[in-house]
């Protein structure tokens, strides 16, 4: 089946850049997708790409996709304190409409 | 008003009793989905339904029950709880476009003892 893998924690200073990663194994995936978790709150989606695309760019948040690999990745430029929170990869393939999420990157953004 | 809403929020609830989550949508989703999330394991899903007559297993359904009321309301049951479904449990809705976005409610902690 679909298997998703990121890894659990990642932290950055105020001001750098983050950049959190996605492997996944389903090679039919249609979406991926980049969620974000904020303490006591939902998912929330961040930004989405088609399976076709390799990069898209969304003001400070830029995914890059490489198919061959199977690997994503979320770039946050200058990045806040108000960004800390759990990021989720999820894949959906064909039309069903399920997701299949990543175990989820915990961002921690010191000053 | 929040689009997806769950209740309760937090419930604490002993081995063998039953209990029912709730979930509710005001965005005319067809799709409703439940997710249960546990620490380093991501959200893995329970059960979802394509409309009020379809219902369809996820990964980890044993143990677990649904019914879809309305197409607005998706409610789970757990008929005789047990400590490993200690969980967050969250509802979430789609209007499967293109995408497929999903749009989730605030949770609910469940603490079985």
């Known amino acids: 089946g679909e298997d998703v893998e990121q890894s659990l924690f990642l932290s950055v200073r105020e001001g750098d850049s983050s950049v959190i990663n996605c492997t996944y194994t389903?090679?039919?995936?249609?979406?991926l997708y980049w969620y974000k978790q904020e303490p006591g709150a939902g998912l929330q989606l961040l930004t989405y790409i088609f399976s076709n695309m390799d990069m898209k760019q969304d003001q400070r948040l830029t995914v890059l996709l490489n198919k061959k690999d199977k690997h994503l990745s979320l770039r946050i430029a200058d990045t806040q304190t108000g960004d800390s929170a759990i990021y989720f990869c999820?894949?959906?393939?064909?039309?069903?409409?399920?997701?299949?999420f990543g175990t989820g990157t915990r961002l921690q953004v010191t000053l | 008003d929040a689009d997806v809403t769950q209740t309760p929020r937090n419930r604490i609830t002993k081995t063998g009793k039953r209990i029912m989550l709730e979930c509710s949508q005001t965005k005319g989703h067809d799709r409703m989905y439940w997710y249960r999330q546990d620490p380093g394991l991501g959200l893995r899903l329970i059960y979802y339904s394509f409309d009020v007559k379809d219902i369809n297993k996820g990964e980890i359904s044993d143990g677990y029950s649904v019914s879809r009321q309305a197409q607005a309301k998706f409610s789970l049951s757990l008929e005789s709880a047990i400590p490993n479904q200690t969980a967050l449990y969250f509802c979430?809705?789609?209007?499967?476009?293109?995408?497929?976005?999903?749009?989730f409610g605030p949770g609910t902690r469940l603490t079985v003892t």
């Open positions: 389903d090679s039919s995936s249609t979406y």
């Open positions: 979430a809705t789609s209007d499967g476009g293109a995408g497929y976005e999903q749009y």
């Open positions: 999820a894949e959906s393939t064909g039309t069903a409409s399920k997701l299949t």
